[in-house]
């Protein structure tokens, strides 16, 4: 079972075998270190001068029909890449060979570069997961110890009973919250997606959330804008004169369009890059500025001050568009409401005041979440950007108020954020720091490209905060060409109405959500040793839950308990269920989780095409279709465009659909229902009566969604963006949306013009989706007010100051998350085995070689691999690129062996406005940037070599 | 002299490094039976010692009397062993070893990827995609014995007939560039064919089509409304590589230039270039600096409001700007022999 099919027919006339003899090596190598040739010639060519004319080309035919094939099929990728390119698969006597971008994208309009081709070196290459070694064929039932990779090989039915006992079993026994469902990014395929959700729904089973789990959410949109997240279509970026690259490596991590920023700035744009490490996007940059890890915040905070000091702020935008005229209590640091002045209600308390030019008094301004007017024109009002005044309160009570523009100056004052303060602070030169600001005071339109690289530290609120106020500050969000357009990962899902409808058909208040970053953390034996405020995170989570903030499933009685008892609760998850995720490998924590977790949990269940660490350390793995044989749907925030996954072939070996073995479980389980005959049930917190006797009629909506291509036409049918499309019709080429649903977008998709969010607001004036109906920078929950982040401000990172490396695991070219990790075409491309990067001066601190093994390690664990030294890394830190699967080459533990879960407190509040859980829009990030290490030369033992590829090889 | 000449431009300040026409060409044309070492398509960092390792200090090519100057033949150390893993023991096998290549890699064709220049205060790097040069007087052609290796007339592309090779490998030592690979397995040389069947059907070369970075434009060179025409021949902005190698090479590089050094922002190439002014010379040959000092100024321009012709070109919006296939005149010559 083990062994790959060595039969596949390349379609070149060659065996896999063939190819794999080659690679062994040796023969190879000697025949080259010889050189015997001699000038043979069979027969006589003296006449022939092959610089002008070749007699004998018969011959070319190899190549021509080395390019041709009997079928081509339409199909992408689900490993949320953020790129959705639609690709093209050629097969050939049945076995499918290669793929190529399909470059079929409409464009928008004559000017803006189009999105073709579209697709990296990783989709180029994702046939080899179709027949490689890796693939899950059959189902398999665990034979050994968890992740020890014994298995017995079980039919469907053994497979579908194991998992569906268990489940019901829990149901009946433990309670439905002990059921617990992952899987991420709907957008990348949402019908394989609703295949499971709906399962979860209708089993009344937790449903898991990803966005903020790893870290891609940025909480800083939430936060002022009110959105999880919004960015331009990357076609926008053409449209910029001034792109800054921050946090983001696009070179690398956004491939398929980083050419329309080097585009731009062949079009006039200047491109900034700010990033530690001297990286694939930097070599185009126009200005590198090489920050000191962790500092951002003091850089965009010193521009945003630069900017209020010259006077080069747009005053009628901040005016009209942002929370910075309101007015703020200076006893209390709250808002002036108008609550206040008069009776206290709903409304008043959600209603906002500015100070009025005209009247010379403070003014309700609309907009708000208590204004009855729902627009951002100001009328006739004149709001004061600058002043302190007296108001007098409804009992009479005279109190000072002032801007949240005011306290901005007053907070910037400080010597940090002056240019020659950032320069320090930031590892910057002075000259450098001043064509930053001056840069943004002059071009526009502006805009940050922001990523990952600086999303990921703990404090990734504030920093989002402060980035998004520089943007704001020049009016520049809202606008082609300009905002804060942050792209990691492919959370929004374009056609969202119909996506909702068939996830979670009775909509969002009957399913138990979770956020993963809290439901991780509390169940595995995980400690923050950090104190904020003097307590530790466990008593904000242990508040944050009973205050109904956060949910934490499953249940248990909060009241009674205390802080010390949420990592060992009474009532525990009991089985995870596991599809398009590789939850195990990408989780921080790792060393703890499998100490803990992974112990109690008594199901894992993985559905999987390939064996990745998840399904290696899980019960049961049931073998799902490649991306290359299913139905399925694809869209992303980084252009407008859907496209299909189609079977190019029909799942191979034993595998099925994700569709399929959903609806094959939900059969299973009715039998088991049936065969016990276990009635149906009242599931009190959520007043349903589960009668999972129908399970299979349920999930199946009667049999209206037999097929995926009835669940992705229910999508397509039911979203206003894709209207008039059936998923036959996407086969053709890419489609654009035809429209946005209001209720979910803040832009129109028009024809001719690059997406860009926000348009209804600075264009149309509607609100924001704040509480104060602005861009909303100011935050008075009484959190907020305790930490001192009210307004953006920097904070050093939350780090563990005992060990002197940071541990840096962004993302990188040669995988997305942990796919392609284990691909041989691209490992033998890089260095073949996991590999951390070092800087010069580091190494030669630390006593190590490049090439050598090293082992890297701090309070949570170790990791031994790889080491390479580069020059253009900072010393002061380690960079892994994420994602190795844990099986693959390390000596001991794993990248995620050194991680652990750091909650920050003011991502645990609800309750206030716009700032209330919802899943993968609010709730604590899995942040993992401020993790610290320290490394040494590795001399231990090493595994053995893969003899037996060698000698499969030469067999 | 070949009637026409295919040619390619890539421009370096639009290359990714991501390598996916390294993958598009490898998946299309490599993927069998001894081939799995070789590259017809690589991406190295620069500077850097490449693939086949130092194949640039190697020789090669010819001398300035014209006489071949045949280098060693690289060994197999010098490309790295295309690596093989034993997946199936730990992961369906029960084993408790991890996953491990079979060899411990100590070169292969990206192995010193990013590593570039070894000044830590103002690190430096760029990436350089290389194919065969197609060039006009092959050295490889010049250099074997059985007359094996052929100039296309009608486009120019240089090929290795596949029925009458040998093996010798006299052709590997002659090229400057190491782009003739050696199958051990069919115990002949093999290399980059310029994709000629694609663009016969009037589809780029897979390394173009595929390049997500769409720095790759192709045409024919004396055809004046191309893109490499115009390129090369009327804005001199693309230079041949290793020019004092003497074969003529048709790949054409716009040349990088990088961003300033830190605390310098505002400083020209000419003034203080973060890459090293003999490393471009090197590669690329004494007018290096020419053009970049002319691209410099036209991104200037370009970054004060005005529009450049050339930039405007290298934005290259679509494939009909990029590319300027003659599948008619291929066809007829092919046809016509």
């Not at chain 1, 204004?371 to 009570?397: C, F, H, N, Y």
């Not at chain 1, 904070?795 to 695991?809: A, E, F, H, I, S």
Request: glycine share 8%; proline share 6%.
């Amino acid at each position: 079972m083990s062994k790959g099919d060595d039969k596949r027919n390349d379609g070149q006339g060659l065996t896999r075998r063939q190819l794999l003899q080659v690679a062994g090596g040796a023969g190879l190598a000697a025949l080259f270190s010889s050189d015997k040739a001699s000038a043979l010639q069979e027969f006589e060519i003296a006449d022939v001068d092959p610089l002008k004319r070749y007699p004998y080309r018969g011959w070319e035919e190899l190549y021509r029909r080395q390019f041709s094939w009997d079928k081509v099929g339409r199909s992408t990728h689900s490993v949320n890449c953020t790129g959705s390119c639609s690709w093209k698969v050629y097969v050939k006597n049945g076995v499918m060979l290669r793929e190529e971008q399909a470059a079929d994208y409409p464009p928008i309009n004559a000017e803006l570069p189009d999105y073709n081709p579209r697709g990296c070196q990783k989709g180029a290459c994702y046939v080899e997961y179709v027949y490689g070694a890796q693939r899950v064929k059959y189902p398999l039932i665990r034979a050994g110890e968890r992740g020890e990779g014994r298995w017995r090989k079980a039919s469907w039915d053994e497979a579908l009973a194991y998992v569906a006992e268990r489940l019901v079993d829990n149901i009946y026994k433990h309670g439905p919250d002990t059921n617990t469902f992952f899987s991420v990014i709907p957008a990348m395929s949402p019908v394989s997606f609703c295949s499971g959700s709906r399962m979860a729904h209708l089993l009344g089973g937790v449903f898991c959330s990803f966005y903020d789990w790893y870290c891609d959410l940025p909480p800083g949109q939430p936060i002022t804008w009110g959105v999880q997240t919004e960015a331009c279509e990357c076609a926008d970026w053409f449209n910029s004169k001034f792109i800054v690259l921050w946090g983001s490596n696009i070179s690398e991590t956004r491939i398929p369009d980083a050419h329309f920023a080097w585009e731009a700035r062949y079009h006039g744009a200047r491109v900034a890059c700010v990033s530690p490490d001297y990286n694939a996007s930097a070599v185009h940059a126009d200005q590198y500025l090489p920050i000191k890890p962790g500092t951002d915040a003091v850089l965009a905070l010193a521009t945003c001050r630069y900017l209020i000091e010259q006077g080069v702020y747009d005053a009628p935008y901040v005016k009209e568009q942002t929370d910075l005229p309101l007015l703020v209590r200076e006893d209390n640091q709250r808002f002036l409401r108008m609550s206040d002045l008069g009776p206290k209600t709903k409304l008043t308390e959600a209603t906002f005041l500015c100070w009025d030019a005209s009247t010379e008094g403070p003014k309700p301004l609309p907009g708000s979440q208590g204004s009855v007017d729902k627009t951002l024109k100001l009328g006739s009002i004149e709001p004061v950007l600058t002043g302190r005044w007296t108001v007098r309160l409804a009992d009479g009570k005279p109190v000072r108020v002032t801007t949240v523009f005011e306290r901005l100056k007053k907070q910037l004052s400080v010597p940090l954020y002056s240019i020659s303060g950032a320069a320090r602070r930031c590892g910057l030169s002075e000259a450098d720091v001043k064509q930053f600001v001056h840069d943004f005071a002059t071009r526009k339109p502006a805009m940050i490209i922001h990523g990952a690289g600086t999303n990921h530290w703990y404090h990734n609120d504030l920093l989002n905060r402060a980035m998004i106020l520089v943007v704001a500050l020049t009016g520049n969000v809202g606008k082609n060409g300009g905002g804060f357009n942050h792209y990691v990962g492919q959370e929004r899902i374009w056609p969202e109405h119909g996506f909702k409808a068939l996830a979670f058909p009775r909509g969002g208040k009957k399913q138990r959500w979770q956020n993963t970053t809290m439901w991780t953390y509390c169940h595995s034996q995980m400690q923050d040793p950090h104190r904020i405020n003097g307590k530790p995170i466990e008593h904000y989570i242990l508040e944050s839950v009973r205050q109904g903030w956060m949910p934490l499933w499953p249940e248990n009685n909060w009241q009674a308990l205390n802080a010390g008892q949420l990592h060992n609760l009474p009532r525990k998850p009991r089985a995870l269920i596991v599809w398009r995720a590789n939850y195990l490998n990408q989780a921080k924590g790792n060393e703890a989780i499998l100490r803990s977790l992974w112990k109690q949990l008594d199901l894992i269940v993985d559905i999987n095409y390939r064996m990745d660490t998840t399904a290696l350390y899980s019960d049961v793995v049931l073998p799902a279709a490649s991306y290359y044989e299913k139905t399925d749907i694809n869209s992303t925030d980084c252009h407008s465009y859907i496209h299909p996954f189609s079977k190019v072939l029909d799942p191979l070996y034993e595998s099925k659909t994700d569709w399929d073995v959903f609806g094959a479980l939900a059969q299973k389980i009715e039998q088991v229902i049936k065969k016990r005959k276990l009635q149906p049930f009242e599931d009190k917190k959520l007043g349903w009566k589960r009668d999972l006797s129908r399970l299979y009629a349920d999930w199946s909506d009667d049999g209206k969604l037999k097929t995926d291509e009835d669940a992705a036409n229910f999508i397509l049918s039911h979203s206003a963006e894709t209207k008039g499309m059936t998923y036959q019709s996407l086969q053709d080429h890419p489609r654009r949306f035809v429209a946005t649903d209001p209720k979910a977008w803040n832009s129109d998709i028009e024809v001719g013009r690059a997406y860009t969010p926000f348009t209804h607001q600075v264009e149309k004036k509607r609100p924001w989706r704040t509480l104060t109906g602005r861009q909303q920078f100011y935050v008075d929950h009484p959190w907020y007010v305790d930490f001192g982040e009210t307004l953006p401000v920097h904070k050093d990172p939350q780090d563990d100051p005992q060990y002197p490396l940071y541990w840096n695991t962004p993302h990188g070219r040669w995988s997305i998350h942990s796919t392609w990790r284990d691909n041989r075409y691209l490992l033998r491309l890089q260095r073949g085995l996991p590999l951390a990067y070092i800087s010069t001066a580091d190494a030669k601190k630390y006593g190590v070689a490049d090439n050598d093994w090293v082992k890297i390690h701090n309070g949570q664990g170790a990791a031994v691999c790889k080491v390479k030294i580069r020059p253009g890394e900072q010393p002061g830190r380690i960079t892994m690129y994420h994602g190795w699967e844990k099986f693959l080459g390390f000596q001991k533990g794993g990248w995620q062996s050194l991680t652990y879960i750091k909650i920050k407190p003011t991502q645990l509040i609800g309750g206030y406005g716009h700032l209330s859980f919802r899943l993968n829009y609010w709730g604590p990030t899995g942040n993992n940037r401020d993790v610290k290490v320290t490394i040494e030369k590795y001399t231990g033992p090493v595994a053995a070599l893969a003899s037996s590829a060698k000698k499969k090889a030469l067999k | 002299m070949s009637k026409h000449q295919y040619a390619m431009v890539m421009d370096l300040n639009k290359c990714l490094g991501c390598h996916t026409c390294t993958l598009a060409c490898k998946k299309q044309w490599t993927d069998g039976d001894g081939m799995a070492y070789m590259y017809w398509n690589n991406v190295e960092t620069r500077p850097g010692q490449g693939y086949p390792r130092n194949f640039d200090r190697m020789g090669g090519g010819f001398d300035v009397r014209g006489n071949l100057r045949p280098s060693k033949l690289p060994p197999l150390e010098d490309y790295g062993e295309a690596l093989e893993y034993d997946y199936g023991q730990r992961l369906f096998g029960g084993s408790k070893k991890p996953v491990m290549p079979h060899v411990l890699a100590d070169y292969g064709p990206n192995f010193d990827e990013d590593m570039g220049g070894d000044d830590t205060r103002n690190p430096y790097h760029f990436y350089l995609p290389r194919i065969c040069n197609h060039c006009t007087h092959p050295a490889c052609l010049e250099a074997c014995p059985r007359k094996a290796i052929y100039k296309r007339a009608e486009d120019g592309i240089v090929l290795v007939d596949q029925e009458r090779c040998r093996g010798y490998r006299h052709c590997i030592r002659a090229c400057p560039y190491k782009k003739l690979y050696f199958n051990v397995v069919e115990s002949m040389s093999q290399k980059c064919i310029f994709c000629y069947p694609r663009l016969e059907k009037g589809r780029p070369n897979a390394c173009a089509a595929q390049c997500p970075g769409r720095l790759r434009f192709v045409g024919i060179l004396d055809d004046q409304e191309s893109p490499v025409h115009k390129l090369v021949v009327q804005h001199k902005v693309a230079l041949g590589l290793l020019p004092q190698r003497g074969t003529g090479p048709n790949v054409y590089y716009v040349p990088p230039f990088l961003p300033p050094k830190a605390g310098h922002p505002r400083a020209t190439v000419s003034q203080d270039p973060r890459l090293p002014v003999k490393v471009l010379e090197r590669l690329f040959g004494p007018r290096v600096m020419d053009v970049v000092r002319s691209l410099e100024g036209e991104l200037r321009r370009a970054q004060r409001g005005s529009r450049s012709e050339v930039l405007d070109l290298l934005i290259g919006r679509n494939d009909s700007v990029r590319y300027a296939l003659r599948p008619d005149i291929m066809k007829r010559s092919a046809s016509g022999k």
